[in-house]
């Protein structure tokens, strides 16, 4: 069965230090991979998708970034982590047996910069 | 803009009461849509999809929402709450390899 990995599930930060979330999926192949921003009122706001290794597509202009080294995993990063940065990030994965369209999402990691 | 608007942000129900809440989505062409919910303390999940056929599609725990592509509408419904309705719920559209969400509806059932 799929499984999707995250962590860590909590951080909190100084403004201006580095990030660094990882998330991996098991369990499948080329999967389709995200990023969200989860904010209460706003939804969930999609800030990065991959279709493969070393393809990123990012929708929101930020202070962050995302990598995908391999297959099965999704990095998120910043070098200077801004206040505004703080919140719940989500990582899901679509593709392989569970129909190209649906998203699985993980745990999540709840940022706090301070 | 591709984007996903839900109509309230709070609802309040009585168990037994009837649901629907609004979701309207902006044209994109061919679009697949989803309703996600997420019960306290869990993880995101999928309630319910349409891609195409029958624009009226059943959901698990009793949930349906029907597809009028007239009004870019895809309304979620459930006849009767139970108090464990009691969730957070999404609904999203897919454009390409995207799903926007919209901002989510918080449902409280009282028993």
């Known amino acids: 069965s799929q499984t999707i990995h ?8 100084p403004v201006g230090s580095p990030l660094s979330l990882e998330c991996t999926v098991e369990g499948t192949s080329n999967p389709n991979l995200y990023w ?3 904010a209460a009122g706003r939804g969930l706001q999609l800030l990065f998708y991959s279709v493969g290794i070393g393809q990123i ?15 099965r995993q999704f990095i ?22 569970s129909g190209a369209n649906v998203l699985t999402f993980g745990a999540g990691s709840r940022l706090t910069v301070l | 803009a591709q984007s996903v608007s839900q109509h309230n ?21 061919t679009v697949n849509l989803f309703w996600y919910v997420q019960y306290p303390g869990q993880h995101l999940q999928l309630l319910l999809k349409y891609f195409s056929g029958d624009p009226l599609v059943k959901g698990i725990k009793g949930f349906e929402a029907e597809f009028i592509k ?3 509408s895809f309304n979620l419904r459930k006849p009767s709450v139970q108090w464990s309705d009691t969730a957070e719920y999404f609904c999203a559209a897919e ?8 901002a989510g509806t918080i449902l409280r059932v009282k028993s």
């Open chain 1, 6 to 13: 995250q962590w860590p599930a909590t951080l909190v930060q």
């Open chain 1, 36 to 38: 969200y921003r989860q």
């Open chain 1, 57 to 71: 597509s990012s929708e929101v202009p930020q202070n962050l970034s995302a990598s995908r080294p391999q297959d």
């Open chain 1, 76 to 97: 998120l990063s910043s070098k200077k982590l801004l206040l505004s940065d703080s919140g719940f990030y989500l990582c899901a994965w679509s593709g392989g047996f």
């Open chain 2, 9 to 29: 942000h709070h609802v309040i129900l009585s168990e037994a009461a009837s649901l629907e809440l609004g979701c309207n989505y902006s044209y994109g062409g």
């Open chain 2, 70 to 72: 007239s009004k870019f």
């Open chain 2, 95 to 102: 454009y390409g390899n995207k799903l926007v969400f919209g």
